[in-house]
Each structure stands twice: as C-alpha cells, then as structure tokens.
C-alpha cells in the first residue's frame, strides 16, 4: 500500500515542474516579444526621422547663384531711386551690377530661347543724347508703367510690341515685327543708316557681338485706347523706311531679368511679369 501511494506524489512533482517550465516559457516570450516591439518602434522611429530629413533636404531650395545675388542687388538699387532722381552711389552700384551680368551673358543664345518671350517690365534706362525726344518721354519709367512684350514665338510673325499705360485712363501700343537669326524675314534688310531725321535721333551701325543675341525691328504701327475710344500714333511707319528700323541686343537673359541695348545707345533693365 505504501508504494502505491508514492507514484502519484512523483506525478504531482512532475506536474507542478511542467507548469513552472510553461510559465517560465510563456513569459520568456512575452519578454522577447516586448523586446521585439520595442526594436521595431526604434526601428521605425529612426526611418520616419530619416524620411523626413531627406524631405527636408529636397524641399530646402539651393543656394542663390552668383548671378542671382547681383540680380536682387540691381533690382534693390533701381528700386531704391527717388521718382527720377539717382545719385552717384547707386548709380555706381546700378552699372556694377549691369556690367557683371553682361560680361556673364545669363542663358545662351537668348533670342532662341522661349524664356525671352512674354511680357517684360522696364524698370530702368539710360537716355543718352542720340536718342530721339520721342524715345525719351516714352521710356520714363517714373511718369508711366512701360512694358515691352517679346514674341518671338509667333506662327504668323514674331512682334515686339511696347506698352505704355496712362495709369487707369489708357495706353499707347507700339508694334513692331521681329527679325532674328532663327526667325528670318524674306527680304527684310536690317537699319544701315544713322539716321537722317534728326528729331528721331541717332541710331549706330556696329554688328551684334554674337549670333542669336540681336533683335532687328521694323516698327509698323501704333495707337492710343482710352476705354472704348481708339485712335492711331500720328507717326507714318510706311514712309520713314529705315528710320523706324532698329535694333535690341540682349546682353543678359535670366528667367527673372533681362538687360538689353538699343541701336541709339540706350540701355534697357526689364523684369519678366508673371504670367
């Protein structure tokens, strides 16, 4: 009898061991699992911080090139003019500026380039003696909003057309067509002389410096619109000839500023309007 009753205490043993070893295996996984979640939580906190440093190292724009660091200076010293009034320091700084980013040309072979077309603002020029008193009231930035709109991209004729506004009262439209070395106009003969009327001023015969940066123009008309009144420029275009040719040769072409030089001297800095 006695040895009958020691099997069941050994059962009882072995059972209780077997329980202990479950719990002990039940909570070394729950351990591990615990561990494994936290692993994966570093895991993936650690990927999303690298997610978004590299989103912020793609959103964050590149550093302004030298270029456009001269651009904001000139755009800053022609703004900072007194109506029609410049002293010397900032008209020191004004041709700095225009002769460091001439000597750099901006976009190459700009007249071919689509970023010269649309409509530019002239925010500042030169009025040197040669050009005409025509020229010169209309190229005063400080009296009337001008603009100058660059077509070259049309099917049916490239244009360069000049907008004058009179504020809210109207405008005048100057139109011209364009010639360029990639868009040529069949018997079309370029401005040779200086100029023979004296009133329109004197225009110079030198050659563009390189292909592709000359505008030749030939005005052919022009109007006046004050609300639903129209009326013509009193200009006769078709009879002056080679007076009312001319040229523009682009020095500097960016998609924001545009510097330009006339065939009587003058000097244009335009900005592009958005679109």
Do not use: H
């Amino acid at each position: 009898r006695s040895g009958s009753f020691a099997r069941p205490a050994k059962t009882t043993l072995q059972g209780e061991a077997l329980l202990a070893r479950s719990r002990r295996l039940r909570l070394a996984a729950t351990q591990a699992e615990e561990e494994r979640a936290t692993v994966d939580e570093t895991v993936l906190q650690e990927v999303e911080e690298e997610v978004v440093m590299e989103e912020e190292e793609e959103e964050a724009p590149p550093p302004p090139s030298r270029c456009e660091i001269v651009e904001s200076e000139l755009l800053s010293a022609i703004s900072s003019r007194s109506e029609d009034k410049i002293d010397e320091e900032t008209k020191a700084v004004i041709e700095q500026c225009v002769s460091e980013l001439e000597q750099d040309g901006g976009i190459s072979n700009p007249t071919a380039s689509p970023v010269v077309n649309g409509r530019w603002r002239l925010l500042y020029t030169t009025r040197p003696g040669t050009s005409s008193p025509v020229q010169r009231a209309f190229t005063n930035v400080d009296s009337f909003s001008i603009f100058q709109d660059v077509l070259l991209g049309r099917t049916n004729g490239p244009q360069v057309n000049n907008v004058v506004q009179f504020g809210d009262l109207g405008e005048l439209k100057v139109e011209a067509r364009a010639v360029t070395d990639t868009k040529p106009l069949a018997g079309f003969e370029p401005r040779k002389g200086e100029g023979l009327i004296p009133f329109l001023g004197k225009s110079y015969v030198t050659p563009a410096k390189s292909p592709n940066t000359r505008v030749d123009f030939q005005f052919t008309r022009a109007g006046f619109v004050f609300g639903p009144i129209k009326f013509p420029y009193p200009v006769p275009f078709r009879l002056l000839n080679d007076e009312a040719k001319g040229w523009l040769d682009i020095t500097y072409l960016s998609p924001r500023v545009r510097i330009a030089r006339g065939n009587k001297g003058t000097l244009f800095v335009l900005k592009k309007e958005p679109t």
